[in-house]
């Protein structure tokens, strides 16, 4: 798993040096609050958290964005309570309806999502996926504080085809270089 991580955010810092062109000089470094709302997992918990990520712009209105959200919750259930934990890594290709990192924008993702869940003091398991491999859609918006840092609000919906799924919401601050 961390080997993964580490392959990814090389692989993404790669993308990002070699995205850069005079024309685009922008990428992007946020970090975000929200929840993620298992769909086909059996239960109906929303799990809250938050995470970061990195975006470069790859023209004028596209953006290569990649993101790790850490969420969690504890449910109770029966005489005890399950701690659950869920990694969610994905990466998008988002479309600026003004220019890169400003205004509406959609979004096309797939990912990597993991569940730990941890049974504590007596209570029963409750169904949920292990870990899938999401695809989907987001629609987001940004809007700039200053020259630099920037509002990120953004909803995303996707499933792994015939299988579970989340729908997220997240909103966080963005810092432009």
Same mark, same amino acid.
């Given at each position: 798993?961390?080997?993964?991580?580490?392959?990814?955010?090389?692989?993404?810092?790669?993308?990002?040096?070699?995205?850069?062109?005079?024309?685009? !000089?922008?990428? =992007?470094?946020?970090?975000?609050?929200?929840?993620?709302?298992?769909? /086909?997992?059996?239960?109906?918990?929303?799990?809250?958290?938050?995470?970061?990520?990195?975006?470069?712009? $790859?023209? !004028?209105?596209? &953006?290569?964005?990649?993101?790790?959200?850490?969420?969690?919750?504890?449910? !109770?259930?029966?005489?005890?309570?399950?701690?659950?934990?869920?990694?969610? $890594? =994905?990466?998008? #290709?988002?479309?600026?309806?003004?220019?890169?990192?400003?205004?509406?924008?959609?979004?096309?993702? $797939?990912?990597?999502?993991? #569940?730990?869940?941890?049974?504590? /003091?007596? &209570?029963?398991?409750?169904?949920?996926?292990?870990?899938?491999?999401? $695809?989907?859609?987001?629609?987001?918006?940004?809007?700039?504080?200053?020259?630099?840092?920037?509002?990120?609000?953004?909803?995303?919906?996707?499933?792994?085809?015939?299988?579970?799924?989340?729908?997220?919401?997240?909103?966080?601050?963005?810092? =432009?270089?």
């Amino acid at each position: 798993m961390i080997r993964t991580l580490l392959i990814s955010l090389f692989a993404l810092a790669g993308l990002v040096a070699s995205a850069q062109t005079n024309e685009t !000089k922008n990428a =992007r470094v946020h970090a975000f609050v929200g929840s993620l709302n298992g769909i /086909e997992w059996g239960n109906e918990y929303g799990y809250f958290g938050g995470g970061f990520g990195l975006s470069a712009g $790859m023209g !004028k209105h596209w &953006a290569l964005n990649t993101e790790f959200g850490f969420y969690g919750r504890d449910i !109770k259930n029966g005489s005890g309570y399950i701690d659950r934990n869920v990694f969610d $890594m =994905r990466g998008s #290709v988002d479309f600026y309806f003004s220019r890169a990192f400003r205004g509406f924008y959609v979004g096309a993702f $797939m990912g990597y999502t993991n #569940v730990k869940s941890t049974v504590y /003091e007596g &209570a029963n398991p409750i169904a949920s996926p292990n870990s899938f491999v999401p $695809m989907g859609f987001q629609l987001g918006f940004s809007a700039p504080i200053t020259n630099r840092l920037d509002l990120n609000l953004k909803t995303a919906v996707g499933s792994q085809p015939g299988g579970p799924g989340a729908l997220t919401f997240n909103a966080g601050i963005g810092y =432009r270089f």
